[in-house]
């Protein structure tokens, strides 16, 4: 008999409005989903909808107003759209600050540390300051200080919107590769479809606010472990995207 896998993380009828003196905003209504084990979840929708506010959902720092949410999760890393360096700290020293913040800073972590930027190709660069790497090695830098505190979820809030085209790719590449050889779950945040499709197991589409899930869009390639720049060549991309981008019409309008 096939094991039944149980999800990480349950969101059942998740309701949440921010609260001011100018009254109540409602962001997020009803929304429900579930997350498992390994899964890199992509989430779109309309400017504004609320994506970001499901993230600090997950990460704990907000709690829902009603409904339900099961989570597995001890640790969370949250990865934003800048990378945050230190300038006057060394790239080594920039990954180690977290550990260096919660009293880690062991000599076994240390070396796993130096491992990480070894297997990532920033070990040359450990002694550099951030203004010396290109964008794309600053990114893979961040995600490193991410993973250093071995996180059981990576939520990524629109990590790759600041880069230029070209570096954007190179960097989806890398994170995608990182995430999956580091064994990770992940919920990315993003406005690009491509981006959706190129790194996604699922895509949600979130309607306007406030914010439900309106559609659940599985990505599935018939040739499997495709880095994302070969999803974006593959046959079925194409076919993702239209689906993706009418169901996003469908939510902008709605």
């Known amino acids: 008999m096939e ?52 993230l600090s959902l997950l990460a704990g720092l907000i709690e829902a107003e009603s409904g339900e949410l099961i989570s597995e999760i001890k640790d969370v890393g949250y990865m934003l759209q800048r990378d945050y360096l230190l300038p006057w700290r060394t790239i080594y020293d920039n990954v180690a600050l977290g550990l260096e913040i919660q009293h880690k800073k062991t000599t076994e972590n240390r070396e796993r540390l130096r491992e990480m930027l070894k297997t990532y190709n920033l070990a040359d660069f450990a002694n550099k300051r951030p203004s010396e790497l290109s964008g794309g090695m600053r990114q893979r830098a961040a ?48 406005h690009d479809l491509s981006e959706a499709i190129s790194m996604g197991d699922r895509v949600f589409v979130l309607s306007k606010r406030p914010a439900t899930i309106l559609k659940e869009i599985p990505i599935r390639f018939e040739t499997e472990n495709l880095t994302p720049f070969h999803r974006r060549q593959a046959p079925e991309f194409a076919g993702y995207f239209a689906v993706l981008w009418e169901e996003l019409q469908k939510a902008s309008a709605g």
């Open 3 to 54: 094991e039944i896998r149980q999800p990480m993380i349950s969101m059942k009828n998740v309701t949440y409005s921010y609260h001011s003196l100018k009254g109540e905003t409602p962001a997020l209504k009803d929304v429900t989903f579930d997350v498992y084990e390994k899964e890199f979840i992509c989430l779109v929708g309309p400017s504004g909808c609320g994506k970001s506010t499901l």
């Open 143 to 190: 995600l490193i200080r991410t993973l250093a505190l071995e996180p059981d979820l990576l939520l990524l809030d629109e990590p790759f919107s600041a880069l230029d085209y070209q570096t954007r790719l190179e960097v989806c590449d890398d994170v995608a590769e990182i995430i999956r050889k580091e064994g990770k779950t992940a919920i990315l945040v993003t």
